[in-house]
């Protein structure tokens, strides 16, 4: 039978509210970031990029917080709607080692109607 | 359309039995990467490829070979699946430089 894994950090809001997903990465020398959305029976797909050189970067709806101090990033969502509701992975890379992408666990965002 | 295809989506096997999963993107990207999903391990990369004839160890390699004999192209081999080999695979295809990877739709194995 299937392995039972763990359960990820869920995020509940109500349509329409802003929603803020955290992400705590692991290498201070990490110079890009990226966040991706992963839906059922889907692939991780990109939604913004931040490099080490800024701490801010906006897109449509949604801002990506980049705190090189404490290893912290976060998504922001403005105005979340049910298609919104899907699995959301930060991902870091470091140049030096070829771009490899080094994922965190991800976080399930559930968009309540 | 830009996108990164897998084939096949599904496949269900016996332990032994060599298998290939194939992928291939249409964006001439010069970097391309395999990862497995698994409950409470994430995404881990498996081997990734620069480009044409280079490719390198990410980090949960073993049992797995690849191929990159063209630019487009980065086939997956397990030559004797074990069940443990079990998970979703993803390949993912960026450009050069710090760009996001793209990725394909992914492939669910069962080893049996």
């Known amino acids: 039978g299937e392995s039972v894994g763990l359960h990820l950090p869920t995020l509940s809001v109500q349509e329409g509210d802003n929603s803020i997903i955290n992400c705590a990465y692991s290498n201070s020398a990490s110079d890009y970031f990226i966040w991706y959305k992963q839906e059922s029976g889907k692939g991780p797909q990109f939604i913004i990029d931040i490099r080490s050189n800024m701490d801010k970067r906006q897109g449509q709806r949604v801002t990506v917080l980049l705190n090189k101090t404490v290893k912290h990033l976060s998504l922001q969502i403005a105005a979340t709607q049910p298609g919104d509701s899907a699995v959301y992975f930060c991902a870091e890379s470091l140049y030096n080692q070829g771009g490899k992408l080094i994922f965190g666990q991800g976080t399930e965002l559930s968009v309540k109607p | 359309e830009a996108q990164v295809t897998q084939n096949p989506r599904y496949l269900i096997t016996v332990t032994g039995k060599k298998l290939t999963v194939t992928c291939s993107q249409n964006m001439n990207h010069e970097y391309m990467s395999w990862y497995r999903q698994d409950p409470g391990l994430g995404l881990r990369q498996i081997y990734y490829?620069?480009?044409?004839?280079?490719?390198d160890k990410g980090d949960v390699p073993e049992g797995y070979k690849v191929s990159r004999k063209e630019k487009r192209n980065f086939p997956l081999i397990l030559e004797s699946p074990s069940p443990n080999q079990t998970s979703l695979y993803f390949c993912a295809s960026r450009p050069v430089g710090n760009q996001p990877q793209h990725f394909g739709d992914g492939t669910r194995l069962s080893i049996l």
């Open positions: 490829s620069m480009n044409v004839e280079v490719t």
